[in-house]
């Protein structure tokens, strides 16, 4: 039974940071590209980065780059995504995926599995 669960999420201050993990277990992500969303309320689900299991590679959202780093830790199946200068609008919940790599688009919203998401709030 594959599962992704998120941990890390919390109460920060604006310019603080926080750093999400996410354990990753139940088959080989070889093939999948882990990612990290967030969804905020009353809002769509938004891509943040993409980081693909074999070769590291990574993909992030223009709200993310500069401030957010995806990382993967293959050994312990983890996946982390660092967030630095938070701000209050980055308050949301936020999501672990994993996505099919093959013929698939790294910005996509969809993926094949899903965490149950951790509370994120930056408070001004």
């Known amino acids: 039974q594959v599962q992704l669960v998120e941990s890390g999420g919390g109460l920060v201050q604006a310019g603080g940071s926080l750093r999400l993990a996410c354990v990753a277990s139940?088959?080989?992500?070889?093939?999948?590209?882990m990612k990290w969303f967030r969804q905020a309320a009353g809002k769509e689900r938004e891509f943040l980065a993409a980081?693909?299991?074999?070769?590291?590679?990574?993909h992030y959202s223009d709200s993310a780059r500069g401030r957010f780093t995806i990382s993967r830790d293959i050994s312990n199946k983890m996946v982390y995504l660092q967030m630095n200068s938070l701000k209050p609008e980055d308050t949301a919940v936020y999501y672990c995926?994993?996505?099919?790599?093959?013929?698939?688009?790294?910005?996509?919203?969809?993926?094949?599995?899903w965490g149950p998401g951790t509370q994120v709030t930056v408070s001004s």
């Open positions: 139940g088959r080989n992500f070889d093939w999948f590209r």
């Open positions: 995926a994993a996505a099919l790599k093959f013929g698939s688009d790294p910005f996509d919203t969809e993926a094949t599995y």
């Open positions: 980081v693909a299991w074999s070769d590291e590679t990574t």
